[in-house]
Nanobody, 114 residues
Framework: VQLQASGGGLVQAGGSLRLSCAAS????????MGWYRQAPGKQRELVAT???????QYADSVKGRSSISRDIAKSTIDLQMNSLKFEDTAVYYC?????????WGQGTQVTVSS
């Protein structure tokens, strides 16, 4: 499975951003896709996930101002982030997981200016 992420950039605080990730390869094996992020000097953390069964999970820090969506047929996953804060600045990574393996996409930088 290969993951291609896009949509990062520079945005002002309070603004919005949409990240997209497209999976290719043996996508039938994927049971969950999601977004993680890593800020400078911090560990990588979960932002939001979406299972094949339709369940979603959000980090408390983005809950209420972010929405994850997934098109299983197209093997894509999008993350809409609103009311962005300076602390949302990080490299965002797309992740897909099968029953046995985790796959990571290249990171996309999100920078929120105050």
């Amino acid at each position: 499975v290969q993951l291609q992420a896009s949509g990062g950039g520079l945005v002002q605080a309070g603004g919005s951003l949409r990240l997209s990730c497209a999976a290719s390869g043996y996508t039938d094996s994927i049971i969950i896709m999601g977004w993680y992020r890593q800020a400078p000097g911090k560990q990588r953390e979960l932002v939001a996930t979406f299972t094949t069964g339709g369940s979603t999970q959000y980090a408390d820090s983005v809950k209420g101002r972010s929405s994850i969506s997934r098109d299983i047929a197209k093997s894509t996953i999008d993350l809409q982030m609103n009311s962005l804060k300076f602390e949302d600045t990080a490299v965002y990574y797309c992740k897909a997981r099968s029953r046995t393996t985790s796959y990571w996409g290249q990171g996309t930088q999100v920078t929120v200016s105050s």
